[in-house]
C-alpha cells in the first residue's frame, strides 16, 4: 500500500465524522437544502481527500442522474456523492459538483448531526444513497 497523502484546509472545515479527515470548507457550500436517506445534505463546489467510486445512473427527486458515491480517503467511508451528469437541462449546475451527508461528517465547530432511529424521511434527492 502507497503512503497517503492528505490534504488539511483551513478555516470552517466539515471533517469525516469517523476519522477526522479534512473533507470541505464551508465556503465552498453552495446549497444546505439537499437532503439524503439520513436527512440532510450539502452541496459543494469542491471537496478534498476523497475517491470516487463507480459511475451509475440514480433515479433522483429531481430527476435522473448520473452520479458515483465518494469515500473517504482517510477510513473509507463513504461520506456522499458526486454529480457527473444530469439528464435534464434545469439540473445541469449540479454536475461535477459534490454532496456530503450532513450525517457522515463533523461541522466546523465539531458538531455532529444525528438522526432519531425512528425517523422517516422521504422524497429524498438521493434515495438510493
Known amino acids: 500500500m ?3 497523502f492528505l490534504m488539511y484546509l483551513d478555516g470552517n ?6 476519522c ?3 473533507l470541505g470548507l464551508a465556503g465552498d457550500i453552495i446549497s444546505k437544502t439537499f437532503h439524503c436517506k439520513h436527512g440532510k445534505a450539502y452541496l459543494f463546489h469542491k471537496v478534498v481527500n476523497v475517491t ?3 459511475k451509475e ?3 433522483m427527486m429531481t430527476g435522473m442522474h ?4 465518494v469515500f473517504c480517503v482517510g477510513c473509507g467511508s463513504i461520506v456522499g456523492w458526486k454529480y457527473e451528469a444530469a439528464h435534464e437541462k434545469g439540473q ?5 459538483k459534490y454532496v456530503l451527508e450532513r450525517f457522515k461528517v463533523s461541522g466546523p465547530d465539531g458538531t455532529q448531526y444525528f438522526i432519531a432511529h425512528d425517523a422517516h424521511f422521504t422524497g429524498s434527492d438521493a434515495d438510493d444513497v
Do not use: A, I, Q
Not at 13 to 18: E, G, I, L, T
Not at 66 to 69: A, E, L, R
Not at 92 to 96: N, T
Open 92 to 96: 445541469r449546475y449540479k454536475e461535477g
Open 66 to 69: 448520473t452520479v458515483c458515491d
Open 2 to 4: 502507497g503512503r497517503l
Open 20 to 22: 477526522k479527515t479534512h
Open 52 to 54: 470516487p467510486g463507480v
Open 13 to 18: 472545515v466539515y471533517s469525516c465524522k469517523h
Open 57 to 59: 445512473d440514480r433515479m
